[in-house]
């Protein structure tokens, strides 16, 4: 029999930042790559380094050791330091498809520099594994993964086809027992043997040819004896083969026949720890995330390609952004399993990337704006699809018809006259900074006349910016007057129309287009009915549906389907990873008091805010395994219903006071269910109601939901990414159904990983305490939407994420009051940017059936993710059933 090949790769798994600040794990690096670059250059024994599949730790070397690059570029080249192919090893589940998508770009882009990224989709530590990610990594150009989380046990190989939603299927070897399976090795040749030895008996069954192991673990620096080692082990016996080499090298000759199939996501916790806890821990970060991903994929980038000249499209600025949220993906990052300083510089990530993507956003609606032929406001639709629904938008002149327009607030005018000397004119003049004097308010001409009585100066103030305005020369004009007349009298005054916030419907808005503003007739207005006396529900209604809350229990009814958004908190003595209830756990499900007041009366929209009074237990006691204390905590939930809608729209929120404890809003299903559909990365996925798992990992069905969930004839859409759970199952244990969905809206502990938990004994981490992990004193909210009966999930989603939304025109321009600036039907959109010059746009087909893209009067090339042609396209494409595509549009005919 010949010897057993065991391919020795060396390499080291880092993560940016976890339980240090991501400058103290630098540091590490620094010596780290240092040493490895050294023992490349001096051992040729040492023949091969995995710096871990991600260009981060690269940049972030070469920023501290710039003049290391050429030696960087010449082993990367050679192919013996393996680079790339993704920026940062992100979570798959925490983060959007686009960011997955940009994330490997920006890795395969970086390692071209230095000579072309490594040929494997290297996913060692994530905590599971999207369904689609076979396709990515094909669309990418590469055949083979290396997976360890989430395999599940009907997977007995060490490698296995993994196949995506639509059939794009990649090799996945699997680390049966992680990357680390050869770190730490003793030098001595005989103990190596014998290691070898005893991890062939145990893995025996899974095993196909060769043994993979990975000589690295985490933040561990090279082992410079390596090369000697394994030429003494060699010399010792014949049963073993060993060699140094790299993951491409040992891909490049593993066995492919025979291999067991999988297809879809990865999420069991067989044989590795799942950490499912991070979807619900520090919930303010996945709002964060969610809020600059959409800032970039709905809104800038799309704006900006659209609305904007192709040469003043903000390509740099919008990098450095996707940078900023792309770093915040690695997934001790994005899953906030980290130490208070890590979380801390994620925010202000997330923060910096917002900013820039809402500043260039409203750039180019500006840009929009000017670009009307007629003026007043211009209703805008980030989507797609055309859409009618509500917009809310600032409108001068005198009030319309009040069955189509619903006003917000009114402001007759600024101050009308003013009358000053000189001095505070002057200084009231130096601290005025462009135009813009007020929120929603511009100055967009100014007149200036003098008498023997004094100086009048006449300000114009509109809605609209007016651009080009010469403000500086003015203030030098006002200036020289000033200082010719000291003691002049100035007499200011104001010209400006009565303004109004209104909320109205408009119909027909077209994908990806504008319409001037038109307030459409509403067929079906809302309204809102007081409570007619104590224990009387409060009514909104638009004879479409109507809602009706409860006034002792704080739920509402939907469409006569009741108990919906029920409050449950319970105890929580688990840490970032892991959920795990104390043994003796105290829930709380019903408000001690309940206050429900009409906000808005309608005719465009109503809405009611309930005031639900709680007594939760402070804290969790770990010696005693129970809570105890109190903590009085209002909970505010505030009830929205449109006129022409069925959906209604709902924010919760309190203020946590309380520590070691998880809330959780519960919804009976209209239908008993046996699955949940959620959003997840270019698609959704249909999970069970239970979940693999083991002794030292319990596994639970609390599964990520990106955008919206689906149980039962029940629909709740949302931004981000919530956890939920399908819960209060009843039925044969082989055939059980749910009752209700919970969604999570707080978990909160204060421990980075805990030792003795319920439902994970052994640690995940370091036992630290993490104080910002309670999240204590914070404002906890989640705005949702929740429809009942058929609705399209990803329609429903959009109305939250990307609501219709208006800018200020002048008119003068050359664009006519209705179009779409591009037209793309027959999927779901996923990004739409310019791409050097040409205009990119990403789909993707979350049917079983086989579509046709539609991109009227355009014509260019299908590519794959490295921009590499496919096929041409005129106007339309095939899309198969999951599938993703990108195309990239060529120029259209003058």
Not at 123 to 139: E, K, T, V
Not at 156 to 163: L, N, P, T
Not at 383 to 401: N, Y
Not at 592 to 602: K, L, S
């Amino acid at each position: 029999m010949p010897p057993r090949t065991v391919a020795v790769v060396p390499h080291t798994h880092w993560d940016r930042e976890w339980y240090e600040p991501f400058e103290l794990f630098r540091l590490k690096l620094v010596d780290t790559l240092d040493a490895v670059l050294d023992l490349l250059d001096a051992d040729p024994s040492y023949g091969w380094f995995l710096p871990d599949g991600q260009m981060a730790a690269v940049d972030d070397y070469l920023e501290v050791r710039p003049e290391a690059a050429p030696r960087l570029r010449e082993l990367a080249a050679s192919g013996r330091l393996s680079v790339g192919p993704w920026y940062v090893l992100m979570d798959e589940f925490l983060v959007s498809g686009e960011t997955i998508v940009r994330n490997l770009q920006m890795g395969m882009d970086r390692a071209a520099s230095f000579g072309g990224p490594m040929e494997v989709g290297y996913l060692p530590d994530m905590f599971g594994h999207i369904a689609q990610m076979p396709q990515i990594l094909s669309a990418a150009g590469m055949a083979h993964a290396v997976v360890w989380r989430g395999v599940p046990s009907a997977i007995d190989r060490s490698a296995f086809w993994w196949e995506a939603p639509d059939g794009s299927r990649v090799r996945a070897e699997y680390l049966t027992t992680g990357y680390s399976n050869a770190a730490d090795l003793p030098d001595d040749p005989a103990a190596l043997i014998q290691r070898v030895a005893a991890y062939e008996k145990d893995e025996a069954s899974y095993l196909l040819d060769g043994i993979l192991y990975m000589n690295g673990s985490d933040h561990l620096p090279p082992q410079p004896f390596l090369g000697r080692l394994v030429a003494q082990a060699n010399a010792l016996q014949d049963d073993y083969r060993f060699e140094v080499t790299s993951l491409p090298r040992y891909l490049a000759r593993a066995p492919v026949e025979g291999l067991p199939s999988w297809q879809g996501e990865l999420r069991s916790g067989f044989r590795a720890n799942l950490l499912m806890g991070v979807t619900s821990n520090r919930v303010d970060v996945k709002r964060a995330a969610a809020a600059a991903e959409i800032a970039l994929e709905r809104r800038a980038e799309p704006y900006a390609a659209l609305f904007e000249p192709a040469d003043r499209y903000p390509e740099r600025l919008l990098e450095l952004a996707w940078r900023q949220v792309i770093r915040n993906a690695a997934h001790d990052s994005i899953c906030a399993c980290s130490v208070d300083p890590v979380v801390d510089a994620v925010l202000e990530r997330f923060a910096e990337a917002t900013r820039v993507g809402d500043g260039l956003a409203e750039r180019a609606l500006s840009a929009l704006g000017r670009s009307m032929r007629s003026p007043g406001p211009v209703v805008v639709n980030p989507s797609a699809r055309r859409r009618s629904g509500t917009v809310e938008l600032v409108v001068s002149g005198e009030p319309a018809d009040a069955t189509a327009e619903q006003v917000l607030s009114s402001r007759a005018s600024l101050p009308g006259s003013l009358t000053l000397d000189t001095a505070t004119f002057s200084s009231i003049l130096g601290m005025l900074q462009g135009a813009r004097i007020a929120d929603d308010a511009w100055i967009q001409d100014v007149v200036v006349e003098e008498d023997d009585s004094g100086i009048d100066v006449i300000v114009a103030v509109g809605t609209e910016e007016v651009p080009g305005l010469p403000v500086d020369a003015l203030k030098d004009n006002l200036f020289a007057r000033l200082s010719a007349r000291p003691d002049a009298e100035v007499r200011v005054r104001l010209d400006q129309p009565p303004l109004r916030r209104v909320l109205a419907r408009v119909h027909d808005v077209p994908g990806l287009g504008w319409a001037t503003y038109e307030p459409a007739r509403l067929d079906h207005p809302v309204t809102a009915r007081p409570a007619n006396g104590p224990g009387e529900p409060v009514v909104l209604t638009n004879g479409l549906v109507t809602v009706t809350i409860d006034p002792a229990r704080g739920t509402f009814a939907l469409g006569g389907h009741g108990g919906l958004g029920r409050l449950v908190d319970g105890g929580d003595l688990g840490d970032s990873y892991n959920y795990s209830p104390p043994n003796h756990d105290t829930v709380v499900a019903d408000p001690e008091a309940v206050r429900v007041e009409v906000v808005e009366h309608g005719p465009v929209r109503a809405s009611a805010r309930i005031s639900a009074d709680y007594r939760w237990p402070e804290r969790a006691d770990p010696a005693s395994s129970a809570r105890h204390g109190e903590q009085l905590v209002t909970v505010t939930t505030t009830i929205e219903l449109h006129a022409e809608e069925k959906a209604v729209r709902v924010t919760t929120g309190f203020v946590n006071p309380c520590r070691d404890h998880r809330v959780r809003l519960h919804f009976p299903l209209p239908e008993p269910a046996p699955t949940s559909t959620a959003g997840s990365a270019f698609g959704a996925v249909t999970r069970g109601l239970s979940a693999e798992g083991r002794p030292e990992e319990r596994g639970l069905p609390t599964f990520p939901a990106r955008e919206f969930v689906q149980a039962g004839g029940l629909t709740i859409a949302h931004c981000g990414v919530v956890e939920h759970e399908l819960i209060d199952l009843e039925g044969p244990p082989e055939a059980p159904v749910a009752r209700t969905l919970a969604m999570t809206l707080l978990r909160a502990t204060g421990m980075l990983s805990r030792v003795g938990m319920a439902y994970r004994p052994v640690p995940a981490g370091p036992l630290t305490p993490v104080e910002g992990l309670q999240m204590l004193g914070q404002r906890i909210e989640l705005t949702y939407l929740v429809a009942v009966g058929p609705v399209d999930p990803w329609a429903l989603a959009d109305e939250l994420a990307i609501p219709l939304e208006s800018a200020p025109s002048l008119g003068g321009g050359w664009r006519p009051d209705r179009g779409s600036a591009l037209e793309v039907e027959g999927a779901r959109l996923s990004s739409l940017r310019r791409h050097h010059g040409l205009l990119e746009v990403r789909v993707f087909n979350p049917s079983p059936e086989e579509t046709t893209v539609r991109l009227a009067g355009r014509s260019g090339w299908l590519v794959d993710l490295r921009g590499r042609p496919l096929e041409g396209f005129e106007e339309s494409f095939r899309l198969r059933p999951f599938g993703i595509a990108t195309a990239r549009l060529a120029e259209p005919h003058p």
